[in-house]
């Protein structure tokens, strides 16, 4: 396995800007780092933040595929590109305020690291840039889901 080139702007935008060099929980401290940007981003209208997201996502797959590969491995502990997008999922439409950014992270995490099925399932079985991106999606539509039966008082 070689090591990320931070030089490289794939590599650095994959390790969301150093984020993911964390020695421990790389994941954690990659998705600490998207907040920020969740709230530049939700200040925007829906339809922007929706726009962005898509971007986000499809560039995703081709951020993180393409650095696994320079990288001689798949979905290295390090790239967090793909815990910003999932994040991003997770509180799209959120009501705004800590304690929702706070829920939304913890229930992200959960849902990315037990990796309930089917997200466990497809992580095993997608490779590629969409296989790095696809169960961070899955664990924030679980997490969004979620949040907005809490959002609704259910």
Known sequence: MKK???KNPVHLLAFGFGSGLAPVAPGTFGTLAAVPLYLLLARLPLSAYLVLL????????WICGRTSRDLDVHDHR??????WAGFLVTMTAVPQGWPWVTAGFVLFRLFDVLKPWP??????????G??????DLLAGAAAWILLQLAA???
């Open 130 to 135: 969409w296989g790095i991106m696809l169960d």
């Open 4 to 6: 990320p080139n931070l």
């Open 78 to 83: 390090g790239i967090v590109w793909d815990e």
């Open 119 to 128: 997200i466990g399932w497809l992580d095993a079985r997608v490779k590629g």
């Open 152 to 154: 609704r008082g259910i």
């Open 54 to 61: 898509a971007l986000i996502v499809v560039g995703g797959v």
